[in-house]
């Protein structure tokens, strides 16, 4: 479950940004295969947006389930992630509004 608010956080933009790719990619195993570069992944995102939504949505889904305080730390995480490549986008910033809305 971590690891969708991980690829979550890093595909609110709709862009994967190689600092992003480089820090997660222990974690990217069950989403886009264990030998995926960072070319395929970017590949794999653009072919799969209307995916990438949903998977977006069933975060916050599944963060309305969680206690409070989880719930903080998992939206403090997506926001560190968020900003991994040394800025919050405005569509990174909705995102997170989202979770917390």
Known sequence: MLGTFVVGAMLADKRVDETEFEL???RFG???GDAASYDECVEITRNASEGV???VEGVKDVLAELDEDVREQVVLVCLMICAIDGKVSSAEKRWIKRLIG
């Open 24 to 26: 997660l990619k222990p």
């Open 30 to 32: 069950k989403f886009f």
């Open 53 to 55: 939504d949903l998977l």
